[in-house]
């Protein structure tokens, strides 16, 4: 079976800021073949250097504003995402916020499949601040199924796209990712 | 298959390792023959991928050079081939064999 994993990177935790770059990457489940969907830098209509130049996103990776700026449009950038979301059954790591900043823009893949952050919860069994269990950043679920592997997150959205990939492969093989959970 | 030398990451349980083909699946009992050491292996994960792709910590972990950049890793990689190195477009297999036992 054949999978999309997407990941973007914006310049803030609203879905009214600005998604400044798409990566998506193709995973079969069955054969681990990767491919690489979508790997783009986007410029959406209200993204300017003076309210979003001070991001995070800018600070915790290697891209800048000019790179932004110089990106293709939203609208381009759109059609070929709605591909991706209509032709695979999708998901990405921390799917609630991703998703959110579609939905926000009138978009959802047409089948969705469980957050492998959420799966991953439940495997890795991290204390959180309030009881229960927290969420895992993606370093401390590659962590679990890659022992010995160091992995810095680069918060670039292909790269990120990549590596859960993968761990959704090691997390299905091993049977700690249901696509029907 | 077959390692050039004794590798770091072979010491551990489970390790990986950057192939140019994909002989092997998941489940699968192989030997890793080292120049001087046999292993059983079982091969518990295979993904494939472009060459360029590949995460920069596996292309040092499988080439035992932490120090290394993703581009010089791949480069030491075309080394060990002898006639038809991959290109950064190649699609490689990455295995994750976990050892099972010493042969000799």
Not at chain 1, 123 to 134: C, D, H, R, T
Not at chain 2, 73 to 100: F, H, V
């Amino acid at each position: 079976m054949k999978i999309a994993v997407l990941d973007l990177e914006t310049t803030g935790f609203d879905p009214r800021d600005c998604i400044v770059e798409i990566g998506a990457v193709e995973l079969d489940l069955d054969s681990g073949e990767t491919k690489c969907l979508l790997n783009m830098l986007v410029r959406e209509a209200h993204f300017t250097k003076s309210q979003h130049g001070r991001s995070w996103i800018f600070s915790h990776s290697g891209l800048t504003v000019w790179d932004v700026l110089s990106a293709t449009s939203w609208k381009n950038a759109e059609q070929e995402l709605r591909w991706v979301l209509e032709d695979y059954p999708v998901t990405a790591f921390n799917k609630a916020f991703d998703f959110s900043f579609l939905k926000h823009r009138g978009l959802l893949p047409k089948r969705t499949l469980p957050c492998p952050m959420i799966e991953a919860s439940k495997v890795l069994k991290i204390p959180g601040p309030y009881g229960g269990y927290k969420w895992p950043t993606l370093e401390e679920a590659w962590g679990h199924y890659f022992p010995g592997l160091d992995y810095t997150e680069q918060h670039r959205a292909f790269d990120d796209a990549l590596h859960e990939a993968l761990l959704i492969k090691a997390m299905h093989t091993v049977g700690d990712y249901n696509l029907e959970a | 298959m077959k390692f050039s030398r004794e590798y770091t990451k072979l010491q551990d349980r489970v390790f990986s390792t950057i192939r140019g083909h994909s002989y092997y699946n998941e489940g699968e009992v192989i030997e890793c023959q080292t120049p001087h050491r046999v292993l059983r292996a079982r091969v518990l994960l295979k993904v494939a991928m472009r060459f360029r792709n590949i995460p920069e910590c596996l292309l040092q972990y499988d080439t035992d050079s932490p120090e290394l950049s993703a581009a010089e890793c791949r480069e030491e990689i075309r080394s060990l081939y002898r006639g038809d190195p991959p290109d950064d477009d190649d699609i490689m297999t990455i295995y994750w064999l976990e050892k099972l036992s010493e042969a000799k």
